[in-house]
């Protein structure tokens, strides 16, 4: 115990608040590594929550839950990819239409659903492994979604870094032309990564909706999308930098309102802009490394790319 | 700053046009601007219910139109502009920050009434303001609270420092204490009206801090929801709304803002010409404030006591502040058997005598 606060509980409960924002936000990574810029990530998390939410009260089963919201959220993303990609349509506008739309359609979705209470998502049974002092506590005693979101995040790392699809993804979003002259399907890569992104999104909005706050609400994630597009930013699109980001994002949130609950003295003003006021720090020291985080963004990212040009 | 003289202008030339022509139609038309979604099951959920009644009192009468989801600040501005010119004829704002957009948008059309909720600036004729007195709900919760709690230690989820927030803090320890000396209040400022997400967190957070009996004053079921995992041994109160699918337990009792009354005499009255500006501030005895089923999980004595705070507050026999008062500070606020005016309460910024911790500036 240190200020009232015990560091087990508070590691703990960092690491699940940050995971809606962690899984959309490696999921937009690699849409944005593949060169498109899909700003609808809070419409398809909102999504994903409803749809999430309704497959799990139906059939009972949070599994089945969590792939619905993973379903719902890719759905969304592929009406972005039919613009986009298909149509042409420019991506900003597209993304910013996604997220209104995706409000809307949840809303409507979920009018039969207010105030009913999910089927409970258990915590993975560690057995003896749980009573470890202090470890059992922050490592051991949480829900599959929370391991998942690591395991996420360390999966896209490997396959960007060593994968041979990772090298053509990234290939596509550094430059569309050359990627095609070599014989690459740049339409299909990406819109394989945006429905990738989606189903991410997807899922981090059934985890709001089935574990974080377990029921429907309008407009439940609250903004958490937008948080996921800054924390890829933040992370000059690194996967290991964007789950330091979640965490940090998650873990000031949760640390400002222990520290409150625990009477510390410190202003909760202060509290409640330090995750702002670090992003701008961190953005600043980066941009000032010779403009390193500038070239660590994709070369073709938001632009539209059609063959026969 | 020309062009939105301009506009201005040409909104009150619509407005004149738009107005004349509801009058020759003779449907009144009531707008409503809420700041979360209707379906967030509690503030906004009741204005919308309120206004369904003002639907039903008069029927083809009355054409109400709304607006979910209106950001507090510049954005109120715009969506309270294009109402006006939409033909409303009268607005009720229903959020503490639309208070300035309100009155600014107000003075730029004469002829439409507004009404907002929760504020205390009427700076033209034609704005109104309405509010419920809440704290008098928060003197049966924190009541039920002190009684209830096995820890000593009750939370109070904050939504933003402004009086009616404090007011309700200051009625819910004031009872708590009353009944239970040794009880210790817990405040989280979310900074938000509804962010189910935060909302939880912030419960957990008291929670995890040993708090066993949560109040809230944001607008979301959610920290009823982080309570109802705590597996029985946290409870809770309904917040704006009844809540009751969290019945019996974790929300045990409720405080419901009724506003249909209120709405449906002011349309009503605007009506038949006998509207006048107001300032209107109900409580359990006019039937805005009521309290939700004291449910089984209460003992019958402590819900009987609960019950009786509520059942004088309503006869007017008791004011949940009477002396003596004393501020934080340990300055006097109210001397013995003295109760506290309204202009005291709609500008609290102090918490009384025992609460620990400062109000965020």
């Known amino acids: ?309 | 700053m020309n062009r939105r003289h301009l506009l201005a202008t040409a909104a009150l030339g619509l407005s004149l046009a738009f107005g004349g022509a509801a009058s020759a139609q003779d449907k009144t038309k009531a707008c409503f601007v809420y700041v979360g979604p209707i379906g967030d099951g509690g503030w906004t959920y009741q204005h919308h219910q309120g206004a369904l009644d003002v639907q039903k009192a008069f029927g083809d009468k009355v054409e109400i139109a709304w607006q979910e989801n209106v950001p507090e600040g510049a954005d109120a501005e715009r969506v309270l502009t294009q109402m006006a010119l939409g033909g409303c004829d009268i607005i009720f704002t229903t959020s503490f920050g639309y208070m300035d957009p309100t009155n600014a948008v107000a003075k730029k059309f004469p002829n439409v009434k507004f009404e907002h909720a929760t504020g205390f600036k009427r700076e033209s004729p034609n704005v109104s303001t309405y509010n419920a007195r809440f704290y008098e709900g928060r003197a049966v919760q924190g009541t039920i609270a002190g009684r209830m709690t096995k820890t000593n230690k009750i939370g109070y989820i904050g939504s933003f420092p402004i009086p009616e927030v404090i007011m309700g803090i200051n009625s819910y320890y004031l009872h708590a204490k009353k009944v239970n000396p040794d009880v210790e209040l817990t405040v989280v400022w979310a900074f938000t009206w509804f962010d189910p997400a935060k909302e939880a967190d912030a419960a957990k957070a008291m929670i995890e801090q040993g708090v066993d009996v949560i109040a809230s004053h944001t607008d979301s079921t959610a920290p009823l929801a982080e309570a109802a995992k705590a597996g029985g041994k946290v409870i809770g109160f309904g917040q704006a709304s009844d809540m009751a699918e969290y019945k019996p337990s974790p929300r045990v009792s409720s405080i419901i803002d009724n506003w249909g009354p209120y709405y449906v005499k002011r349309v009503g009255a605007l009506m038949d010409g006998s509207y006048e500006q107001a300032d209107a501030w109900e409580g359990i005895s006019g039937g805005e404030v009521l309290i939700g089923e004291i449910t089984d999980a209460i003992p019958a004595e402590v819900k009987a006591e609960a019950e009786k705070i509520r059942d004088d507050i309503a006869a007017g026999t008791y004011h949940p502040f009477t002396g003596p008062i004393n501020k934080q500070d340990g300055s006097a606020w109210l001397a013995e058997g003295q109760t506290a005016p309204d202009g005291d309460l709609l500008g609290m910024g102090f918490y009384v005598e025992g609460i620990k911790g400062d109000i965020p500036k």
Not at chain 1, 180 to 204: E, Q, S, T
């Open chain 1, 1 to 309: 115990m240190f200020g009232g606060i015990d560091p087990a509980l508070l590691i703990a409960s960092l690491m699940v608040a940050s995971v809606p924002i962690l899984l959309a936000a490696i999921g937009e990574l690699v849409v944005e590594k593949a060169g498109v810029l899909n700003l609808g990530v809070e419409g398809m998390m909102i999504m994903g929550a409803v749809c999430g939410f309704i497959t799990a009260v139906v059939t009972g089963s949070p599994a089945l839950g969590f792939l619905g919201g993973a379903a719902g959220g890719a759905g969304l993303s592929l009406l972005f990819a039919l613009l986009t990609q298909v149509m042409q349509a420019n991506q900003v506008a597209s993304g910013l239409a996604l997220t209104l739309f995706g409000l809307g359609l949840s809303s409507l979705l979920g009018q039969g659903y207010v105030g009913i209470k999910p089927p409970h998502t258990g915590v993975v049974p560690f057995g003896p492994l749980a009573d470890i002092p202090f470890f059992g506590k922050v490592i051991f005693g949480h829900d599959p979604l929370v391991y998942l979101s690591v395991l996420a995040v360390a999966a896209v790392w490997a396959f960007l870094r060593h994968a041979r699809g990772g090298l053509i993804l990234r290939a596509v979003g550094e430059s569309h032309e050359a990627a095609h002259a070599l014989g690459y399907k740049v339409r299909r890569i990406r819109v394989l990564a945006i429905l990738f992104g989606g189903a991410m999104a997807g899922l981090g909005g059934a985890y709001v909706s089935l574990v974080r706050v377990p029921q429907w609400t309008d407009g439940i994630t609250a903004g958490a999308g937008w948080i996921a597009l800054a924390i890829v930013v933040f992370a000059s699109w690194r996967p290991w930098r964007v789950l330091l980001g979640a965490w940090l994002f998650g873990g000031i949130t949760v640390l400002q309102l222990n520290l409150q609950a625990a009477g510390s003295g410190i202003p909760v003003e202060y509290l409640s802009m330090s995750p702002y006021l670090i992003t701008i720090l961190v953005l600043v020291i980066m941009s000032s490394g010779r403009g390193r985080a500038a070239l660590n963004a994709p070369a073709s990212l938001g632009q539209n790319f059609h063959a026969a040009r």
